[in-house]
């Protein structure tokens, strides 16, 4: 499974430049850190903050769960047709390659 703080990383970049993010405890947003790359302005930086703010971690980790569980019920499917040759297409269409 993606790790969260992927997720947040990922959010993160999409409204101000950063080098990555550290989240020291999961329950504690005071712990989490945000490393801005140095033309990051103030805008970008509350933006960022914002997006901190908002992030919900039992709503974000359900999103990974149920990813997860849709790929795994995809492979499933697939490896129990009858008379199914995988292909390399639908490895890739599963995230498995």
């Known amino acids: 499974m993606r790790p969260l703080v992927d997720v947040l990383d990922e959010k993160l970049q999409a ?3 950063i080098f990555g993010v550290a989240i020291g405890s999961l ?3 005071q712990t989490w850190r945000i490393d801005f790359k140095p033309e990051a302005t103030p ?3 509350a ?3 914002a997006v901190v703010d908002a992030f919900d ?3 974000e980790e359900q999103k990974l769960k149920d990813a997860e569980q849709a790929k795994q019920d995809k492979k499933a499917s697939l490896l129990n047709q009858p008379n199914k040759s995988v292909t390399i297409q639908d490895l890739i269409d599963l ?3």
């Open 57 to 59: 971690v039992a709503a």
């Open 95 to 97: 995230g498995l390659l």
């Open 27 to 29: 329950n504690t947003k």
């Open 15 to 17: 409204v101000a430049p």
């Open 43 to 45: 805008s970008q930086r």
């Open 47 to 49: 933006a960022a903050q």
